[in-house]
């Protein structure tokens, strides 16, 4: 499996999640059922291909940014799948859905395709847990910034926020703790490669206020629980902040 098949995997994978979403507007168990047996569909070949490829590379796909954002991809369906299993929200499904192809059309702009051998700092067993940790953190964190912004827009309707920011909160405490293991694994990491286990390079300084800001904001509302909209404006300040992270 090399990158000159990306183009079909894609396809086909965007293929079956945009049927999903479409199998998600009539009101019936039989399109529900069909709808995420799609979504598991586009999650499996998107699967073979990332596996094809690590084959073929012999190396983790986690070298360049593309590699990333097929992992953030395939992360962000499977959340949209645990929402809606746990809180019933179609929209935040379709939502995920959408952000994933979103990125597989990105890597398609820009696959950044080279074959490119890790460097010694990545040939590390802590190289792949902290990636896919933090992959699974940001879809998470990603997943809760929507919730927010749509909360923001609730708020200047005048609607009840309540049911939003629960399910914000319970989205963000698992991201964070994603979020937190990922930390620990970078510092683990660092260790082995470089001999210290934090050295506040702009990396781990970002990584570390992304951290902050989320941390911030359940502080926030555990003793600030009745100011709802500026809660939501840290959600999605935080959410600006682990991008800078991310892609800054």
Not at 8 to 28: D, E, H, M, V, Y
Not at 52 to 64: A, N
Request: proline residues 3%; glycine residues 4%; aromatic residues 22%.
């Amino acid at each position: 499996m090399t990158w000159t098949h990306y183009t079909f995997f894609a396809s086909l994978c965007s293929g079956f999640w945009l049927t999903s979403i479409l199998l998600l507007i009539p009101k019936n168990k039989t399109s529900k059922r069909l709808s995420l047996l799609f979504v598991f569909a586009g999650i499996a070949s998107l699967a073979t291909f990332i596996a094809g490829l690590w084959i073929s590379l012999e190396r983790p796909v986690f070298r360049t940014l593309a590699e990333t954002r097929m992992w953030y991809a395939m992360f962000l369906s499977v959340i949209g799948i645990f929402i809606y299993y746990h809180w019933k929200y179609k929209w935040m499904l379709a939502y995920c859905l959408g952000m994933s192809m979103l990125f597989l059309f990105i890597n398609y702009l820009n696959p950044d395709t080279f074959d490119k051998t890790l460097m010694p700092a990545l040939q590390s067993p802590w190289f792949i847990p902290h990636v896919i940790v933090y992959m699974i953190s940001y879809a998470f964190l990603a997943s809760a910034a929507i919730i927010g912004i749509k909360g923001l827009y609730l708020s200047y309707k005048m609607k009840a926020l309540d049911q939003t920011l629960r399910l914000a909160d319970n989205i963000v405490y698992i991201g964070f703790a994603f979020l937190t293991i990922g930390m620990l694994f970078g510092a683990l990491w660092a260790k082995v490669a470089w001999g210290s286990y934090w050295t506040w390079d702009p990396k781990e300084t970002w990584a570390f206020l992304t951290w902050l800001v989320y941390l911030l904001f359940i502080h926030f509302r555990f003793y600030k629980n009745d100011n709802q909209k500026l809660a939501l404006w840290i959600l999605v300040f935080s959410f600006i902040i682990m991008l800078i992270c991310w892609l800054g």
